[in-house]
């Protein structure tokens, strides 16, 4: 132990001369130094390997980086004095090379009114592929490769178009809506007890409905005289109409499809158990009993077929429609107010309907 005790004395001794020469800024720094690295050996106790932190790399070599390499090189660091250089000279290339990098490497990026177009193409047409989109983008004098299309198709979530060709029920609804009619039964009980059957029709293009009647026997020949008298309606009204839908109920005869075929329009029934096939009358319906049926005594027959012929006149020239942006089968949307002035100049009026269960709210004359 005294051996030992003598040789750090001795040591220890050369290393003050060694230190008389130096400034206190040189002193100052490299106390700096050994205690930062004293602090990342208490942090890593027990590890096999001392390693630096982007933090400690970066506050050694701002530290270290003004020093002489000589005066460095005779510190006592846990790392090579090149490794501090290098540290200090790494990230100066990074902004270098940051600054010097081009700000859009590669092609520019597509125009977006070209991507919008793109995309409208791939929407309208559903069968188009990537190379018949580019196809028709050169027909149009648009410069842009194929390869383009598919990753601007690809980024979108777009599938390929073997998987877009598969027509849905509600796309084909769409498609064909100008020359689609739907049809159903409602059921109804008057105060009476009598049950009633309300015959209507919906047309998918206009959503204009036509109630045809309303009987407690729907018998043959009475469905029979309610498709004459629609067949009759369409041809006045210049109607072009091909099919209509309805469902496999047993109230629809054989006579019903047969006089409907004989005025040029088929009779698609639906699927069994799939009301999404005739899913607009379908929907038609509860709306019906929401705001007329559930919200009205009937009496009879005859009240029941007034009620039904006030209710048709609101919901084809008022009522609004989600579907044809708010506007009413019959009617258009007005032109907005954009300057209603003073509230009591905006004078709206309610006008019910008879019974009081339907309201309709129209400007002041």
């Not at 729907?218 to 309805?246: F, S």
């Not at 040029?264 to 049926?293: A, D, F, H, K, Y």
């Amino acid at each position: 132990m005294l051996l030992r005790l003598a040789y750090l004395t001795v040591t220890n001794a050369f290393a003050a001369l060694r230190l008389l020469p130096m400034s206190d800024r040189d002193k100052d720094v490299e106390i700096l130094a050994l205690r930062h690295q004293v602090t990342v050996l208490e942090r890593q106790l027990g590890a096999d390997r001392v390693k630096f932190a982007p933090a400690d790399r970066v506050f050694l070599s701002a530290l270290l980086a003004p020093l002489p390499r000589e005066v460095v090189r005779r510190l006592r660091l846990l790392v090579r004095p090149e490794t501090v250089l290098r540290w200090h000279r790494d990230p100066m290339r990074q902004r270098h090379a940051r600054l010097c990098r081009p700000k859009r490497p590669g092609h520019p990026c597509t125009a977006r009114s070209i991507r919008f177009l793109i995309l409208r193409l791939v929407r309208e047409n559903p069968s188009w592929g990537y190379r018949r989109v580019h196809g028709e983008l050169a027909a149009l004098g648009i410069k842009v490769a194929a390869s383009t299309v598919r990753e601007i198709l690809k980024a979108e979530g777009i599938d390929p178009a073997p998987d877009r060709t598969a027509t849905t029920w509600a796309g084909f609804l769409r498609s064909q809506a100008n020359a689609l009619l739907a049809c159903d039964f409602i059921e109804t009980v008057t105060l009476t007890g009598q049950r009633q059957y309300i015959l209507a029709v919906i047309e998918h293009a206009t959503r204009r409905v036509r109630v045809l009647g309303t009987t407690a026997h729907p018998t043959a020949h009475w469905a029979g005289q309610a498709a004459r008298n629609l067949a009759m309606d369409l041809e006045d009204a210049g109607a072009t109409v091909n099919y209509l839908i309805r469902d496999r109920d047993a109230k629809f005869p054989a006579l019903f499809d047969q006089i409907l075929s004989d005025a040029g329009i088929q009779v698609v029934p639906c699927g069994i158990r799939i009301p999404r096939m005739n899913s607009i009358m379908e929907r038609w319906v509860p709306t019906c009993r929401r705001e007329l049926l559930d919200r009205t005594l009937i009496w009879n027959e005859r009240h029941l077929r007034q009620a039904l012929r006030e209710f048709e006149h609101h919901y084809n020239t008022h009522r609004p429609h989600q579907a044809m942006n708010q506007a009413a089968p019959l009617r258009a949307v007005p032109e907005p107010i954009t300057d209603p002035g003073p509230i009591a100049r905006l004078d709206i009026r309610r006008h019910d309907r008879p019974g009081r269960t339907i309201h309709e709210y129209r400007h002041a004359a």
